[in-house]
C-alpha cells in the first residue's frame, strides 16, 4: 500500500454519496469509510486521518457530535474537518465553525470543488505543521543561544566581583554570601523566581564600586578616620555608575545604589526613606549588614550571626525592613540558610 498518499476519512449513512466520493477521491487519496458516528471515532482514533469529510445529517450520533468528540480528544483535535451537507442556513454553518471545523461542502457536490477543497485544506495543514517544526527548531535554537549568553554574563558578573575581591582580600567571598543570603531572603517572602535572579546578581555586584577605593582604606585595621569613611561611603554610587548602562531586565544598578539607605533616612548615598527605598534593596540591604557585622574584618574580629541578628532586630523596622528582618532570623534560626553552606 502507498501510504505517502494522505488518508482521508469519508463519514456518512448513505452509500450514494460515499460512492461519489470515492470515485472522485480514489486516485489521489488513501481512503477510509465510516457510516456512522462511533465507527466514525473509532476510525479516526486508530488510523489518524490527514482529513475527514463528515456528512452532518446521521441517525444517532450526528456530524456536529462527531467533530467536537474528534475536537475534544487531544490524539485526533488537529485533523481538519469539512462538513457535508445539504444544509445551507448560515446558523448551521457557524455552529460548525465553533465546533472547530475548516469549511463546508454543500450537497449536491461538485467533484472539482471537493477536490480543490481538499487540497487546500490539507496544503494548510502541511504548512502548519512545517512552522510548528521550524518554530520548535527556532525555540530550540534560542534557549542555546539564551544559556550561551546567560553562562558569558554570569562569567563576566563574577569577574567583576573577583576584581574588588582582588583588591579586597579580607571581605572575600562577601558578595557571593550576601547574594545567597538575600535570595533566600526573597525566596522565604514568596518573591518570584525572576525577581529573585535580578537580587542575587545585584548581590554579587553591590560592592562592585570598591573597586576604586583605596586598597589603603578597605585594609585599614584601625578605626576610618571621617574623611576616609566618607571616601569609602562613594563605592555604592560608583558602583551605580558602573553598572547603569548595562541593559539588565531588573534594576541591578539601583539595587547596589541603594543598599546603604536606610528606612529613616539615616542612610546613603541619597537618605532615602520607607517606600523610595526599593524592595530588592530593603532585602540586600539586610543580607549585607547580617554578612558584615557576623564575620572578619581587618578592624575586628568575626562577631558571629548572633551578634548580627540582634544588631538587626534592634532597629527592625526603623532602619530596616521588618519583614526581610524576620525572613533572616527564620533563616539561621531552622537551620534554612548558613554562610557556611556550598552555593
Known sequence: MNTSRNLVLIVDDNPTNIDLLVNTLKDSYRLGIAKNGDKA??????????????????PGMDGYEVCRRLKDDPATARIPVIFITAM??????????????VDYITKPFHAAEVCARIRTHLSLEE??????????????????????IRDMLDASI????????????????????????????????????????????A??????????????????AGELLPAEYEMLKIHSQISYDLLKDIPFPWPV??????????????????????????????????????EANSSFRPYRPANGIGYALEKLAMKKGAQYDAAAVEACQELFDSGEFSFNDKC
Open 41 to 58: 471515532l473509532e476510525y479516526a482514533a486508530k488510523h489518524l486521518p490527514d482529513l475527514v469529510l463528515l456528512d452532518i445529517m446521521m
Open 88 to 101: 445551507t442556513e448560515t446558523v448551521n454553518k457557524t455552529k460548525g465553525f465553533d465546533l472547530g471545523a
Open 127 to 148: 504548512m502548519r505543521e512545517q512552522l510548528a517544526s521550524q518554530n520548535e527548531i527556532l525555540e530550540r535554537q534560542v534557549a542555546e543561544k539564551t544559556a550561551e
Open 158 to 201: 563574577h569577574s567583576m566581583a573577583l576584581m574588588v575581591e582582588v583588591r579586597d582580600p579580607y571581605t572575600a567571598g562577601h558578595q557571593q554570601r550576601v547574594s545567597r543570603l538575600a535570595c533566600a531572603i526573597a525566596r522565604k517572602l514568596g518573591l518570584s523566581e525572576d525577581t529573585i535572579e535580578g537580587i542575587r546578581i
Open 203 to 220: 548581590g554579587i555586584l553591590h560592592d562592585v564600586g570598591k573597586i576604586r577605593i583605596p586598597v589603603s582604606i578597605l585594609s585599614r
Open 253 to 290: 544598578a539601583q539595587v547596589a545604589l541603594q543598599h546603604h539607605e536606610r528606612l529613616d533616612g539615616s542612610g546613603y548615598p541619597q537618605g532615602l526613606t520607607g517606600d523610595a527605598i526599593l524592595p530588592e534593596a530593603k532585602i540586600l540591604t539586610v543580607a549585607d549588614v547580617a
